[in-house]
């Protein structure tokens, strides 16, 4: 299957050896559309990567950048003013909230039903105005600096991020009874694609895939890195049946996600020190704070972060060209770059039909796959 | 409820926690010239992990110790830095991040699992999660490598795949490696991140248009943006 | 087959065809019915051609969710006939959304050929224009113009869905001016950059 | 009021005419019957083709504009006017290469019709996708030619058969569809008085050729030599054992409840009895709209063309015109299973209440008058406030409806019902069609059949239907489907206790050896 195929949302080849229409192996080929990200980078100044690492994956392009950002920090020793850590997590969480609708979106094509697709782009639409007001793009925004975020909430955001925020809390619920009350839907998703959740962390699968099979296990709550530990939030996870967690499991911990980054967008629009209302001027000392250039020779910063497709994590080696203006090494941990050769063992024994199902239930994202 | 777990484990906690693995890794490995301390995220919370700068042949014994007896059950990166002008026992770099996830399989009850939600207040040494960081350095060679923790770990199959196909650093007893980014029909021995390869026009200061002469630039030119 | 067939053949039912057929084309000729109904017909099968444009689904990066975007609901690029389908053989346009990576680019190739004539490329976004940020990568061509031509580029990283739409636009302005000695300025063969009028 | 719109006789009558005044006048005269029988036989073909060629775009249009409703776009919005509007504010004066000013005219026409219906806007195309500018004036049906285009755009499409595929049936295989597709119309009575053949057994002739199509799919999906085609074409072999026997002893009943294997004679004994099939068989009625529904390859039953796992099932391979065709007479397979339904328990081409309001105008003659009358009352309606005096006007306009305007409708509708089924369901796999299919449809198929037989042998004494027994079964198939949606309900929300709130409160093993001690 592939590289062009419906299947894939992206750019990857399936070999898929079958019996009739049951899949006996299953051999995934990646590398369709590696750009050699690491090495553009060491060529690089530190603020320019940011841009690369929005790119890094088209459908949450927030939450790379600031996996980015907090390894860049952590190698050039930066204090990043409280304001700032704030609405990293709103744009953040907003970014977690368009991902996983574009993966919904992307799902249930894959079965069968073209209407949710395109509710789901609607509801997509809204966050991604909302981004737009901070980063001033659709998609890539390069909305992070290292020390602070390039721009402050604007005036209103907080009243218009509320509003939208209810919205689509509304329509969200919409969308899950178009699925949830169809009964098609239903035997399409539940019984398919098992998977334990030891098995999946030793195979190295993160995220919500792991949260779907009954364990709690989130960077953000177990390595709390921004102010994530002062906000009125729950992990979601899932209660799968015995044999581990399904594609049906996976599709609830998402929309459940969905739900848990709303309501932590409205929190931290609630604390946010300072207001939501008042509006600082760019390179104001609330919102960012003064970062040095180079970095000296052997330091090495890294950091885990949690991506909306599980735990990301940037290491970094500082030290490089320009007296230290670049990093000597950056190197990328992208989990569906392990989830995908887990998933297409996952769905060995199944039928053909249940491919769809099960990969597009894992929400491959080939742009951090390949980098 | 605030529920937060990241709160219990950031203070003292985490600080006992690292400093058991630390005493245990000089009592289990002393006279292999294995090194541990505790090192501190430097940005944000100051969080400690576990820095082990192990020596190249005891790699796997290391792994699994740390697999089997400290708890990390997660393979997060392992990757590989080319230092040609480093110091001689270090021409070479591996770098593996490893996590404590503490995730288990939840147990059954009445034909569903249990979420397991822990709880913060038992939280105790061996159950903090942890992060590790172990380096191993190369000498100088031509064909670096190492061994390899394939069984270890299955996440690490496609990371030591990853860092031969890139770095160009091979693992001994990995199973079939081959390229998973570059194409299949990438030349032996051209591995992109090694230092001696440079980028496309790494010394022209402006990209020049109409790189590859397709006329291009007769098309544009009058055009102003 | 025919041509064979004329060496031993007393009657060659062929010749007879051709015959005929030569001076059918005389007669229209002359009176220039042939004309007449060749540009009426052109210009009708020129609406259906430009009206109804299929664009292949192929996602290869970022500018990917913009074309679905641009499918969605609030950029409903059906509106103006664009309708996606899967399968190369059924479509008329192929729009490149993203970098062409040395390892795509024999299946794109591929993709190009099985698509029926006529047919259309859109090169969407930088990194399928030029490279774009990836320019100095040793795994990315630079532009997939080294491989296919490309009709309609749509600068932007990635563009907006209406950039997309509005290159459909263009290139159904330039399939109207197909085989028309056209007053207006004539496009030809040129490639279209949107955003340069 | 009887059928005024009788074309069969006017074809008749005219062809009759025709043969008297030509050989009938000749020594030949005695075969002039049989000329007249061939040229009405001719004309009522045509006429049937182009009823229906005609109407198939309003199908197409439900199936683009009702769908993007839903999912709420616009849909296709392409107007008439962009025959005359050129793109984005240009044109090209193409009519001035026209031989010896042949194209002044157009020119003028052009202009006028630009002027008229046309934006000389040069943005147009960023008003529109901004959604302020000109979608088309109602009356040139925004999105109805979009179609039109479509086919245009097939015809000049390159046709390429693969390198690998096996050629002859690579060919054969559209033609096959097509044909057989073509040919269920030949059966299908528009009216009483507007059908192309009318055999005793037709019912028995349109299920058999309903059954080619899907050997013709499979000959594609085989032909074309590729894994996904292959795939294709076997899924709908295997899902035509499913729906298909269910699918025919359904048939079965209705043709037992009105005891003929005519289509016309089932409707005319819906007529006469006074009430629809679909108050004697409701469940009759779902089955059958479930089993077309798979017969015509329709989420939820297109897997021979899924979309994700098979790139485009088993038409991956056309293109061109033969793809185009195949993609036309799906929508016609579709047609005939709606028009089928509007014929077996619709009433056919009866209007809705049609005696009572031929009670209210009993004699034909008067139509007209009342049109006057009504067309009067319209003209003071809509200026006095006595809009009291507009009540008779739609009873008025329903009554000179022809009947086939009736059918049409009835199955237009039951098409925006299809599009909503796949614009609300997902598509589900083979082996469970199967065993829905073998399990349900089945047995129930024969419970219906049953009912079928006890209605038309102990309730039916001739005549009409006593008002009870219809009524009965209407209301017990009410009372049943609104139990089951309960049930079914419930029971859902009983099987999915999967917490939206997460924290329970349960403390777990913590440790990640506990659960080996």
């Known amino acids: 299957m592939g590289p062009q195929h419906p299947m894939t949302h992206g750019l990857w080849t399936l070999k898929v050896k079958v019996d009739g229409e049951t899949v006996v192996d299953t051999i995934p080929d990646l590398g369709y559309i590696h750009r050699g990200v690491e090495k553009i980078c060491e060529s690089r100044d530190f603020t320019k990567i940011t841009t690369y690492c929005d790119r890094l994956c088209y459908a949450s392009a927030n939450t790379w950048?600031?996996?980015?950002?907090?390894?860049?920090?952590?190698?050039?020793?930066?204090?990043?003013?409280?304001?700032?850590?704030?609405?990293?997590?709103?744009?953040?969480?907003?970014?977690?909230?368009?991902?996983?609708?574009?993966?919904?979106?992307?799902?249930?094509?894959?079965?069968?039903n073209?209407?949710?697709?395109?509710?789901?782009?609607?509801?997509?639409?809204?966050?991604?105005?909302?981004?737009?007001?901070?980063?001033?793009?659709?998609?890539?925004y390069n909305f992070p600096r290292i020390g602070g975020v390039k721009r402050d909430l604007p005036i209103g955001f907080a009243m218009r991020a509320r509003a939208k925020i209810k919205l689509f809390l509304d329509r969200i619920q919409e969308t899950e009874q178009l699925l949830d009350e169809s009964t098609v839907f239903l035997v399409r998703t539940q019984g398919v694609g098992y998977a334990k959740p030891e098995e999946m962390v030793n195979w190295g699968v993160t995220g919500p895939n792991v949260r779907a099979g009954g364990v709690n296990y989130d960077v953000r709550w177990a390595h709390p890195y921004s102010v994530y530990d002062q906000l009125d939030w729950d992990v979601s996870v899932e209660r799968p049946s015995i044999k581990g967690a399904d594609s049906y499991d996976r599709y609830r911990v998402r929309v459940d996600e969905m739900r848990q980054s709303a309501l932590m967008c409205l929190d931290a629009l609630n604390k946010i020190p300072g207001g939501a209302e008042t509006h600082y001027s760019e390179g104001d000392p609330m919102i960012i704070s003064k970062a040095k250039e180079r970095a000296e020779e052997g330091k090495t910063g890294f950091h885990h972060f949690e991506d909306s497709r599980g735990e990301s994590m940037f290491y970094m080696v500082g030290g490089g060209d320009q007296r230290g203006k670049h990093p000597y090494r950056i190197s990328i941990r992208s989990p569906m770059f392990l989830t995908i050769p887990y998933a297409s063992k996952c769905m060995i024994g199944y039928k053909v039909a249940d491919i769809p199902a099960i990969m597009g239930s894992f929400d491959p994202c080939i742009g951090e796959t390949d980098r | 409820m605030v529920f937060s777990l990241g709160i219990k484990t950031r203070g003292e906690y985490a600080e006992e926690a690292a400093q058991q693995v630390i005493d245990a890794a000089i009592v289990r490995w002393q006279g292999t010239?294995?090194?541990?301390?505790?090192?501190?995220?430097?940005?944000?919370?100051?969080r400690p992990y576990v820095y082990i700068k192990c020596p190249r042949n005891h790699w796997r014994a290391v792994a699994k110790w740390l697999r089997f007896e400290m708890g990390a059950d997660h393979c997060s990166m392992i990757t590989g830095i080319h230092w040609p002008d480093g110091p001689d026992d270090c021409k070479w770099e591996v770098v593996a991040h490893l996590m404590r996830m503490n995730v288990i399989n939840p147990p059954e009850r009445g034909g569903w699992t249990k979420q397991v939600i822990r709880d913060p207040k038992i939280l105790q040494d061996d159950d903090v999660p942890m992060e590790f960081e172990v380096s191993i350095s190369i000498p100088d060679t031509r064909n670096p490598s190492v061994q390899s923790v394939q069984e270890v770990w299955m996440g690490a199959d496609w990371n030591e795949k990853e860092t031969w196909d890139l770095v160009g650093i091979d693992f001994e007893g990995h199973e079939n490696m081959r390229r998973v980014l570059q194409p299949h029909d990438t030349p032996v021995g051209f591995h992109p991140l090694q230092r001696q390869h440079k980028i496309r026009y790494h010394d022209f200061e402006v990209m020049y248009d109409d790189a590859q002469g397709f006329g291009r630039k007769a098309i544009d030119e009058g055009k102003t943006k | 087959m025919a041509d064979d067939a004329q060496n031993y053949s007393m009657f060659n039912s062929q010749a007879l065809v051709d015959v005929v057929g030569d001076t059918t084309d005389a007669a229209l000729e002359a009176s220039s019915i042939?004309?007449?109904?060749?540009?009426?017909?052109?210009?009708?099968?020129?609406?259906?051609?430009?009206?109804?444009?299929?664009?292949?689904?192929?996602?290869?990066?970022?500018?990917?969710?913009?074309?679905?975007?641009?499918?969605?609901?609030?950029?409903?690029?059906?509106?103006?006939?664009?309708?996606?389908?899967?399968?190369?053989?059924?479509?008329?346009v192929l729009i490149v959304n993203g970098p062409v990576s040395k390892k795509f680019a024999d299946p794109i190739v591929r993709l190009w050929e099985q698509m029926p004539e006529p047919k259309w490329c859109i090169a969407m976004g930088e990194c399928a224009i030029s490279?774009?940020?990836?320019?100095?990568?040793?795994?990315?061509?630079?532009?997939?113009?080294?491989?296919?031509?490309?009709?309609?580029?749509?600068?932007?990283?990635?563009?907006?869905?209406?950039?997309?739409?509005?290159?459909?636009?263009?290139?159904?302005?330039?399939?109207?001016?197909?085989?028309?000695?056209?007053?207006?300025?004539?496009?030809?063969?040129?490639?279209?950059?949107?955003?340069?009028? | 009021m009887g059928d005024w719109f009788t074309v069969r006789t006017w074809a008749s009558d005219f062809s009759q005419m025709v043969a008297d005044n030509t050989i009938g006048k000749t020594s030949f005269s005695g075969y002039s019957d049989t000329l007249a029988a061939v040229i009405t036989e001719t004309i009522m073909a045509v006429n049937v083709f182009a009823i229906i060629m005609g109407t198939i775009l309003v199908l197409l249009?439900?199936?683009?504009?009702?769908?993007?409703?839903?999912?709420?776009?616009?849909?296709?919005?392409?107007?008439?006017?962009s025959l005359w509007v050129g793109e984005g504010g240009e044109h090209v004066d193409w009519y001035d290469e026209l031989p010896f000013g042949a194209g002044k005219p157009i020119r003028w026409l052009n202009g006028l019709l630009n002027n008229t219906f046309g934006s000389s806007s040069k943005y147009e195309t960023v008003d529109r996708v901004n959604d302020r500018g000109y979608h088309g004036i109602w009356f040139l049906l925004p999105g109805l030619i979009q179609n039109v285009a479509d086919g245009m755009k097939f015809m000049t499409k390159e046709w390429m058969v693969?390198?690998?595929?096996?050629?002859?049936?690579?060919?054969?295989?559209?033609?096959?569809?097509?044909?057989?597709?073509?040919?269920?119309?030949?059966?299908?009575?528009?009216?009483?008085?507007?059908?192309?053949?009318?055999?005793?057994?037709?019912?028995l002739f349109l299920m058999a050729i309903f059954g080619i199509a899907p050997l013709g799919v499979f000959f594609a999906g085989w032909s074309s030599n590729n894994k996904y085609t292959l795939l294709g074409g076997i899924r709908s072999a295997a899902q035509l054992t499913a729906y298909e026997i269910p699918l025919l002893v359904t048939v079965l009943s209705v043709a037992v409840l009105s005891g003929s294997l005519n289509i016309i004679e089932i409707v005319e004994f819906q007529i006469s009895?006074?009430?629809?099939?679909?108050?004697?068989?409701?469940?009759?009625?779902?089955?059958?709209?479930?089993?077309?529904?798979?017969?015509?390859?329709?989420?939820?039953?297109?897997?021979?063309?899924?979309?994700?796992?098979?790139?485009?099932?088993w038409w991956t391979e056309y293109g061109g015109m033969r793809w185009g065709l195949m993609f036309a007479s799906e929508y016609l397979r579709s047609y005939a299973a709606c028009l089928l339904f509007a014929l077996f328990f619709l009433g056919g081409w009866e209007m809705p209440f049609g005696d009572s309001i031929t009670n209210i105008i009993p004699n034909q003659d008067l139509i007209l008058g009342s049109v006057g009358i009504g067309l009067i009352g319209l003209a003071i309606g809509m200026r006095s406030e006595y809009p009291a005096l507009l009540a008779p006007i739609p009873l008025v306009f329903m009554s000179i409806l022809p009947p086939v305007a009736w059918l049409l409708f009835k199955s237009w509708v039951l098409f925006a019902l299809f599009v909503w089924i796949r614009a609300s369901f997902h598509r589900i796999r083979t082996d469970q069609i199967l065993e829905f299919g073998w399990r349900w449809l089945l047995p129930l198929s024969l419970v219906n059949l049953g009912i079928a037989f006890w209605l038309r042998l102990s309730a039916w004494e001739g005549g009409e239907w006593p008002l009870f027994v219809p009524g009965l079964i209407t209301a017990i198939a009410l009372v049943v489907f609104v139990i089951l949606g309960i049930d079914e309900d419930t029971s859902e929300l009983e099987g999915r206790t999967r917490p939206y709130s997460v924290y329970t409160g349960e403390v777990g093993p913590a440790s990640p050896r506990s659960h080996e001690k």
């Open chain 1, 65 to 112: 950048s600031h996996s980015y950002i907090y390894a860049a920090e952590d190698l050039l020793e930066v204090e990043v003013p409280e304001r700032a850590e704030y609405i990293r997590v709103i744009a953040v969480e907003l970014q977690r909230i368009a991902s996983h609708l574009m993966w919904l979106g992307a799902f249930c094509p894959d079965i069968g």
């Open chain 3, 34 to 92: 042939k004309k007449f109904i060749s540009v009426l017909a052109g210009r009708f099968f020129n609406w259906g051609q430009r009206k109804s444009l299929f664009p292949l689904h192929l996602g290869i990066k970022c500018c990917a969710l913009e074309m679905a975007a641009a499918g969605g609901g609030r950029f409903d690029a059906e509106r103006f006939g664009v309708f996606f389908r899967s399968s190369p053989r059924q479509c008329d």
């Open chain 4, 273 to 313: 009895s006074g009430s629809w099939n679909l108050f004697l068989l409701p469940l009759g009625a779902a089955l059958f709209l479930i089993t077309m529904v798979a017969e015509v390859e329709r989420i939820p039953f297109d897997m021979p063309e899924a979309e994700a796992e098979l790139v485009e099932g």
């Open chain 1, 114 to 140: 073209l209407t949710a697709f395109v509710w789901c782009l609607r509801e997509r639409e809204m966050m991604l105005d909302l981004l737009q007001e901070l980063g001033g793009s659709r998609m890539h």
């Open chain 4, 61 to 81: 249009w439900i199936e683009r504009k009702f769908f993007a409703r839903i999912m709420d776009r616009r849909g296709a919005t392409m107007a008439i006017r």
């Open chain 4, 162 to 203: 693969p390198a690998k595929a096996d050629k002859f049936i690579f060919e054969v295989a559209p033609f096959l569809i097509i044909t057989s597709t073509v040919m269920i119309f030949a059966f299908i009575p528009l009216s009483s008085e507007i059908y192309s053949a009318n055999p005793e057994l037709s019912l």
């Open chain 3, 131 to 197: 490279g774009g940020p990836y320019y100095q990568s040793y795994n990315i061509l630079e532009g997939v113009d080294t491989l296919i031509p490309v009709d309609v580029y749509v600068p932007g990283c990635p563009p907006r869905p209406e950039a997309l739409i509005d290159g459909f636009a263009h290139l159904r302005k330039k399939i109207m001016k197909m085989g028309v000695k056209s007053s207006s300025k004539n496009v030809g063969d040129a490639p279209i950059i949107i955003g340069d009028d």
């Open chain 2, 33 to 46: 010239g294995l090194e541990a301390e505790v090192r501190n995220h430097k940005s944000g919370m100051a």
